[in-house]
């Protein structure tokens, strides 16, 4: 029977799984900021990037999956969140995306694999456009790449307040700003209500495979949106994840991880 954590009630209580202990971890100088990655496995390099507020930890039902498939995973705390510092410049997704191209070059990664959740799917398709050909493909999960794939009126429900009360936690006990979560969300949100703005044409140009994986339940994007970003990308196909909500990696990792390993069978 696949374990299922719907509601997010252990996530609340306990988090994801605690990553596995490595030798393969550090901070890497990005650009006025530290930025903190963990490596595990060996074989084809997939880059794990989490969600606005949360952490590469988020990954903790992937990680270990992925490494048991035979690909070495790469987690990243993206600027500001986690163990990873910022500086004063507002948030962007070209900055993320900047943070995650060093990475690549200072671990000499050869085209990893992207796997983007939410922000880290942002990143990882603003990084795709700006280099192609650095990276193999891209699993876009539960993001818009305009602001017209946001839903209108957003349900802040039990569910939600879970998620980011889990957020809360994990960031005072990580981030070396603990006592800032206030600050940081609102900043993490200004970026997210005015970025990204890509037009079809824009999304035309990143020739790159990738998976634009929709959840049944997404609390925050338009199932259609999801469909239009799978036209829009010459080498895209949609995949639908039942069930679930924008929360699908931590609620039925079972399946997600089945669609995710689909996606690097064919690009990796």
């Known amino acids: ?52 507020m949360g952490h590469s930890g988020n990954w903790g039902y992937q990680a270990p999956a992925l490494v048991d498939a035979g690909y070495r995973a790469i987690l990243i705390d993206s600027r500001g969140h986690g163990r990873s510092t910022r500086d004063a410049r507002p948030y962007s997704y070209e900055i993320l995306a900047s943070d995650v191209a060093t990475v690549i070059g200072a671990l000499r990664l050869e085209r990893p694999a992207l796997v983007g959740w939410s922000d880290g799917a ?103 949106h999801a469909e239009y970003l799978a036209r829009s990308l010459p080498q895209a196909k949609l995949v639908r994840l039942h069930g679930v909500s924008h929360f699908a990696p931590l609620q039925r990792p079972d399946s997600f991880n089945q669609a995710l390993l689909a996606f690097l069978s064919e690009v990796c």
């Not at 802040?156 to 603990?178: E, K, M, N, Q, W």
């Not at 044409?201 to 634009?212: A, N």
């Open 122 to 224: 942002c990143t990882a398709l603003v990084l795709a456009a700006r280099a192609p050909e650095t990276v193999a493909g891209v699993f876009f999960f539960a993001c818009n790449m305009d602001p017209t794939g946001v839903r209108e009126n957003i349900e802040f429900g039990p569910l939600l307040d879970r998620c980011i009360g889990r957020h809360a936690a994990d960031y005072a006990r990580l981030s070396a700003t603990p006592d800032q979560f206030k600050s940081f969300s609102e900043a993490v949100g200004l970026m997210q209500r005015s970025q990204p703005d890509y037009t079809a044409e824009d999304l035309g140009r990143i020739e790159v495979p990738t998976v634009i994986a929709h959840a049944e339940f997404d609390e925050f994007i338009k199932p259609e």
């Open 1 to 52: 029977m696949e374990f299922t954590d719907d509601d997010l009630i252990l996530f609340e209580s306990q988090g994801a799984p605690p990553l596995p202990e490595t030798g393969a971890s550090g901070w890497i100088e990005c650009d006025g900021a530290r930025i903190w990655y963990a490596a595990y496995g060996a074989g084809k390099p997939v880059i794990l990037l989490h969600g606005g």
